[in-house]
């Protein structure tokens, strides 16, 4: 099976930088993935590591090490739109995607 | 715009009740995804479909039930309803084959279903 874990809550202040980590457990690894919500929303496809390293798209960069079953979402320059709910995946051996439960980011003025 | 649409958008009924969920991929996406999101929860994988086949199965009742059709729109059939099926339903799209995999599935705005 699969098991991810993120922090529930994150609060940042308007124009700095926020991590969100992603620690996970699966049997047979292929990619994490990351997706932001908004309430209400549907999710959106954020970034995508299948190897070590950073991936950088805009303000937002995505950080794997497979070694420590380990990544994180970084958001620079944080604005209010950011404020919504952030999910790490693991991808299966199909190809689907299985969630963490997520972490809602409240972005403060 | 993901290009995945999904009706109804909105369903109330009673416990007990059946109801069908309908999905349309996005054009030339092959694979569909079914999702089900309760209250400030995750996203809890149910089921995948490839090309009309089943490919992957997750955390799905047997009080539920998919089908993906010739023309690649799928459905999910929810029986026997109880309260705690009240959830948000997604679905999802992609091409889904090896090669290129991005990790991007496009999802559908949901369809939200109430249980009373």
């Known amino acids: 099976g699969q098991s991810l874990e993120q922090p529930s809550e994150v609060t940042a202040v308007e124009g700095a930088i926020v991590q969100i980590n992603c620690t996970y457990q699966?049997?047979?690894?292929?990619?994490l993935s990351w997706y932001q919500q908004h309430d209400g929303g549907a999710p959106t496809f954020l970034s995508y590591n299948a190897l070590d390293g950073l991936e950088e798209t805009g303000r937002f960069s995505s950080f794997l090490s497979r070694s420590d079953s380990y990544g994180y979402l970084l958001l620079q320059e944080l604005q209010m739109k950011d404020s919504a709910s952030y999910f790490c995946a693991v991808r299966g051996g199909a190809n689907n995607l299985f969630f963490g439960t997520g972490t809602r980011l409240t972005v403060i003025p | 715009d993901s290009g995945v649409t999904q009706t109804p958008k909105h369903l109330i009924t009673a416990t007990g009740q059946r109801v069908t969920l309908r999905c349309s991929p996005r054009?030339?996406?092959?694979?569909v995804y079914w999702y089900q999101q309760s209250l400030d929860q995750g996203l809890q994988f149910l089921i995948q479909?490839?090309?009309?086949?089943?490919?992957a199965k997750g955390n799905i009742l047997e009080r539920f039930s998919a089908q993906q059709f010739p023309d690649l729109h799928s459905e999910l059939n929810l029986s026997s309803l109880e309260l705690g099926d009240s959830a948000l339903y997604f679905c999802a799209s992609s091409v889904a084959t090896g090669t290129g995999y991005t990790g991007e599935l496009f999802f559908g705005e949901g369809s939200r279903l109430t249980v009373l």
């Open positions: 479909y490839y090309n009309g086949e089943e490919r």
């Open positions: 054009s030339g996406d092959l694979s």
């Open positions: 699966t049997s047979g690894f292929y990619g």
